[in-house]
């Protein structure tokens, strides 16, 4: 069999028909890749999620990592987000931009990452666009969905809530993580339905930043408590209060639901309390393990 080795050889005709043929399902799905539109279906008394992430070559990834690992991070960050929601994934579109010289194996291998993740998750893969450019661009859009009652804002979060983050933080760039994550939706799952949080989020800018978001749309102050704060092995406080992209789970519940929740056992999942929320006034501060108490200053990635 003569298998072309570039994507010009193959053409975009050529590409698609391959990409079909691996496509993950499920059950949803009326009509996925091959007409003008996918059909889906919307299931009954749900309400729609609707995220997308985009990567670019030599932004968020070099062409040293693996494309099956580019493929899987590209779909990870939009089945996080709708987590951090508390919703479903259901349906993904993946808009390609390649060079035309891409050895077809690359693109193959970016696809094999989305699908592998996409099955485990039950996403099915409906559509999406290829088209020439200088440096490779994966873009996916993600619907979720979720009951109305189980939708997790961040402009929740009340004074006395409990603050807790779904695993150990910091250093995912040189560990790879941010790369090879779980996204969180089995523990958001959970979550949503025994526990309720008030506010939720998931980890890309930083605990710091994005607690910071928590913050600013409910309108409250934090304290964390630092020797509460788990940390990747090897990672300093300052990594885990700030390198982003751990794609952990944060989150705050009532107290007397805390207290519950730090009870419950779930295979595999442990839920890690940080700190509490506060007044306004208080601002975002951290009570040191000497018990001197600091301010904390958001100061994420930056994208501008
Ligand atoms: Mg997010």
């Not at 193959?108 to 200088?134: C, E, M, Q």
């Not at 700190?275 to 040191?288: D, F, K, W």
């Amino acid at each position: 069999m003569n298998v072309p080795q570039k994507l010009s050889q193959l053409g975009e005709f050529g590409l698609i028909a391959q990409l079909k043929k691996s496509a993950a399902l499920n059950p949803g799905v009326i009509k996925g890749i091959g007409d003008d539109t996918a059909v889906l279906k919307v299931s009954r008394g749900k309400e729609l999620l609707f995220t997308t992430d985009m990567l670019v070559e030599d932004v968020h990834f070099t062409r040293a990592i693996k494309p099956t690992a580019v493929g899987h991070k590209a779909l990870a960050c939009n089945i996080s987000d709708v987590a951090a929601m508390g919703g479903l994934p259901k349906y993904a579109v993946v808009s390609l931009g390649v060079p035309a010289t891409l050895s077809v194996n690359y693109v193959a291998d970016i696809y094999r990452g989305i699908n592998t993740l996409a099955k485990k998750f039950g996403v099915a893969i409906v559509g999406g666009d290829t088209v020439a450019s200088k440096k490779i661009v994966i873009n996916i859009a993600l619907l979720g969905e979720a009951k109305r009652s189980e939708i997790v804002y961040r402009s929740g979060a009340k004074v006395g809530d409990w603050i807790f983050v779904t695993g150990p933080l910091g250093r995912s760039f040189p560990t790879g993580k941010h790369l090879t994550f779980t996204p969180r939706v089995k523990e958001a799952r959970f979550l949503v339905e025994h526990f309720k949080p008030n506010a939720m989020i998931d980890i890309s800018d930083g605990l710091v930043a994005d607690l910071g978001h928590i913050l600013e749309e409910s309108k409250v102050g934090a304290v964390l408590e630092e020797t509460a704060i788990p940390r990747v092995r090897g990672a300093s406080l300052n990594q885990a209060l700030g390198d982003g992209e751990d794609f952990e789970l944060l989150f705050t519940l009532p107290m007397r639901t805390a207290a519950r929740l730090m009870k419950s056992k779930i295979p595999g999942v442990t839920f890690y309390k940080i700190g509490e929320i506060v007044p306004r006034a208080h601002g975002l501060a951290m009570v040191a393990q000497s018990g001197l108490i600091k301010p904390l200053t958001p100061k994420g990635y930056r994208h501008f």
